[in-house]
């Protein structure tokens, strides 16, 4: 064919209008009516009673008294008589930790980064299904954390809405230094490892823009020493006031709140009046910083769970020998310090240090919190609204309520009453999807 018939061919084609094309079917919104036995949806404030929560594409759109029948088209789910409230928040996980150290050091030499990963996405599963919808994990790779937490973003692997630090920040030879004691593992890792340590505060400043670069949404740094460190001695203040101040203020400069790894009372203090925004740990309170703490309006977020389970790896030959006063030291003092927080009315967000212990069993942490003075509702309110209220995410966690993402759970019997029943997760949702459902 000639060339200028080939020409005329294309015009007309260009000048032709497309062919009509069908209009695509609008999807179909996906409803539940959702039935309760008592609802807590407002953690804080008394349950209602039986109730209809209605839940729209995985949002929840309204909270009614009674069980309302659903309109054709909606799916309805039964809970019978079961206690319903929010799905809880921990603010202290390592998922990349598997709470088993004789393991970990049987494994150390054949687990590489890929093998935690796996191990990272198990662990997340199991939180999900105890009840916890949104975690704040302080500690793991950072860029391995950083794509769990996308990955479950995206549905590709069930889990808690993860809000991820990066490695803790920490001076040398602090307890965030991961060197271990020997040259070679100095010389050899480096270069590539080493970014999360700091020695003043300019060096300090760097570490953070290092950590929220990788992909941090809160930083994480030690202010003092820790119960399983092998480096560092003692549970002192390691990292300087100008150090804090220079960290934290950098970490706010970008958006990112902070979190300080803090035992001794001195380092607490210096964290408070740095700007921190929550205090893990606080195992040596007194009440000169406990009123700084109320002050400033600066969360305790108290990982009663921790001290007691490292105590029992250290005295069962788990932990190296180093941790083992250590250990003995927070496990005395966290009972004190933490009932004495709690009558002077600092406040509290739940969080377990879970990695520490086994993931799963972060709810065990509820039973400690009583113990040491907190009602059921006061300790539920620190999963949930506080938790939320600490993270800046309050338009998103910790309540049941319209325009909320249907991030819901259920017991069977009232955890008002025995806050153990948490233990035990029946029902879990998150956005919308049931994850886990005993009959």
């Given at each position: ?20 094309a ?66 809880l ?7 990349f ?6 393991r ?75 060197g ?20 003043g ?6 570490a953070?823009?290092?950590?929220i ?122 009972r ?54 600490a ?49």
């Amino acid at each position: 064919m000639r060339p200028a018939l080939l020409a005329g061919f294309a015009a007309l084609i260009a000048l032709s209008p497309p062919a009509a094309a069908e209009p695509a079917a609008k999807p179909q919104p996906k409803v539940i009516y959702l039935h309760a036995g008592q609802l807590l949806d407002q953690p804080g404030k008394p349950p209602r009673g039986a109730s209809t929560v209605v839940i729209t594409d995985g949002i929840v759109t309204s909270v009614s008294d009674g069980t309302l029948p659903a309109p054709a088209g909606a799916t309805t789910l039964e809970l019978g008589d079961a206690f319903v409230l929010p799905g809880l928040t921990d603010l202290h996980v390592h998922l990349f930790s598997d709470g088993d150290p004789m393991r970990e050091r049987l494994e150390a030499a054949t687990r590489d980064r890929e093998d935690g990963a796996y191990l990272a996405a198990l662990h997340a599963r199991q939180t999900l299904e105890a009840g916890f919808t949104t975690v704040r994990d302080l500690g793991g790779p950072p860029r391995g954390v950083r794509a769990l937490r996308d990955a479950i973003d995206a549905g590709a692997v069930p889990g808690p809405t993860i809000i991820n630090a990066g490695t803790m920040i920490s001076v040398s030879g602090g307890h965030g230094d991961g060197g271990g004691l020997s040259e070679e593992s100095y010389g050899a890792f480096a270069p590539h490892d080493y970014n999360n340590l700091c020695n003043g505060a300019d060096d300090c400043r760097r570490a953070v823009r290092e950590q929220i670069r990788l992909g941090a949404q809160v930083i994480k740094f030690a202010a003092t020493g820790g119960v399983l460190s092998n480096v560092a001695g003692g549970l002192g203040q390691q990292m300087t006031s100008e150090e804090m101040k220079a960290l934290i203020d950098t970490a706010h400069s970008f958006g990112r709140k902070v979190a300080a790894h803090s035992h001794a009372a001195a380092g607490t203090m210096a964290a408070v009046n740095a700007g921190v925004d929550t205090i893990d740990h606080g195992t040596f309170l007194d009440e000169p910083t406990i009123k700084a703490m109320m002050a400033r309006g600066t969360w305790l977020v108290p990982t009663m769970l921790a001290p007691e389970t490292a105590l029992a790896q250290a005295r069962g030959g788990l932990l190296p020998p180093a941790t083992i006063p250590k250990a003995e030291a927070a496990a005395a003092a966290e009972r004190q310090s933490h009932a004495l927080a709690i009558r002077m009315g600092v406040k509290i967000a739940f969080g377990t240090d879970t990695g520490v212990s086994r993931h799963g069993d972060n709810a065990r942490e509820f039973a400690l919190m009583v113990r040491a003075g907190m009602t059921p509702m006061a300790a539920i309110a620190a999963a949930t609204v506080g938790a939320a209220e600490a993270l800046g995410r309050e338009a998103s966690a910790g309540r049941i309520a319209p325009g909320m993402p249907a991030d819901i759970i259920a017991v069977h019997g009232d955890p008002l009453q025995d806050v153990t029943r948490l233990e035990h997760v029946d029902f879990v949702m998150k956005r919308g999807a049931i994850i886990k459902q005993v009959r």
